[in-house]
């Protein structure tokens, strides 16, 4: 499983976005496709034909997997803005130096910042940001989670203590 992470933290983030659009665009383009088209041929098959449906539907798949892939980027990117603003700040200005970034994102990490009322170009580059930075991003949220793992362990086994002088206690005082 640490061979895989480390291999995908080796693709660049651009590359990974346009994998995963590929991927997801061809599977609902076969699928609308390939599906309007058999509609076509055995329900209009003397009218249309198979083709024309399914170039519509393999359009209709491809716009929808664009669709699908721009909100959950869209999504991603507020979410981790709100919760990790200095992370993706920081990859801004690491990964992109010399580009020229928006006006928009200079306020990133600023409590007036809001990214839900990005326009278009600043939110392509903060999904770029959050791309760029998946695996600082993972990084910490392992480190959070470890973190909580260890107070509850520390409340269990405190717990389990106070529980076994409680008993050894009783033990003792039936003893008597």
């Not at 329900?43 to 024309?52: M, W």
């Not at 170039?55 to 507020?78: H, K, M, P, Q």
């Not at 600043?122 to 909580?148: C, G």
């Amino acid at each position: 499983m640490e061979f895989a992470h480390d291999l995908v933290a080796l693709v660049p983030s651009r590359a990974r976005i346009v994998t995963k659009h590929l991927g997801q665009s061809i599977f609902l383009s076969l699928s609308f496709g390939l599906t309007s088209g058999w509609i076509g041929a055995n329900l209009f098959s003397a009218t249309v034909g198979p083709l024309g449906p399914y170039l519509l539907g393999s359009c209709v798949g491809f716009g929808l997997s664009t669709y699908i892939l721009w909100n959950t980027e869209r999504d991603a990117a507020v979410q981790y803005a709100q919760l990790y603003p200095e992370v993706l700040r920081h990859r801004l200005m690491a990964s992109f130096v010399g580009m020229k970034l928006p006006k928009e994102l200079e306020n990133l990490g600023q409590p007036e910042f809001n990214p839900r009322t990005l326009s278009l170009g600043p939110m392509t580059w903060l999904i770029l940001s959050v791309n760029t930075a998946a695996s600082e991003i993972e990084e910490i949220e392992k480190r959070v989670a470890q973190n909580a793992m260890n107070h509850c362990a520390k409340r269990v086994i405190s717990s389990h203590q106070e529980t076994s002088m409680q008993q050894q206690h009783f033990t003792r005082s039936t003893r008597k």
